[in-house]
């Protein structure tokens, strides 16, 4: 459950920021994930906003409902 506070009926955008990290560091943040703490990891931010502009100077990986793009 990457963003536990999500409704899907309040009109907001969840947003779930996770800072570029090793892999180890990912593994140990899953228990997190799946207890529905996710927002209580080091270098995770979550947001709530109803608009949302994304730029970066190069491709940036992300997922939109569970589906990975770039």
Do not use: W
């Not at 459950?1 to 090793?22: F, H, T, W």
């Not at 990912?26 to 997190?32: E, I, K, N």
């Amino acid at each position: 459950m990457i963003a536990p506070c999500a409704s899907l009926d309040d009109g907001q955008l969840d947003v779930v920021v996770v800072e570029d990290r090793p892999l180890f560091l990912v593994l140990a943040a899953l228990p997190y994930m799946f207890t529905r703490r996710i927002d209580r990891v080091s270098g995770v931010h979550t947001y709530r906003t109803n608009r949302l502009k994304i730029s970066a100077p190069g491709p940036v990986r992300f997922h939109v409902d569970g589906e990975p793009f770039v």
